[in-house]
């Protein structure tokens, strides 16, 4: 279960990126709603990794890899040229 923190943190990281993006007018209606079922996606996944109390070395890879692209993908948001 040690190994739980780091990804639960930088979930609530990037939920609180989000949330900003979309308080400053930066993310869209639509790149919200992207970027929460990607997130959705991503907890699933973790939950599911964890089911058994042990995270593998490829789970924990795959989740690392959904939290970069999902880091990539709110980065693009909140620095295109769409502002509400």
Wanted: hydrophobic fraction near 35%; glycine fraction near 8%; charged fraction near 25%.
């Amino acid at each position: 279960m040690a190994m739980a923190g780091p990804f639960t943190w930088r979930e609530t990281r990037q939920q609180a990126r989000i949330c900003q993006g979309v308080g400053n007018g930066q993310v869209s209606s639509w790149e919200f709603w992207h970027l929460e079922k990607q997130q959705g996606r991503i907890e699933a996944y973790r939950e599911h990794a964890w089911s058994d109390g042990f995270l593998n070395r490829s789970e924990a890879r795959h989740l690392t890899r959904m939290q970069n692209r999902a880091s990539r993908d709110i980065w693009r948001a909140k620095h295109n040229r769409f502002h509400y």
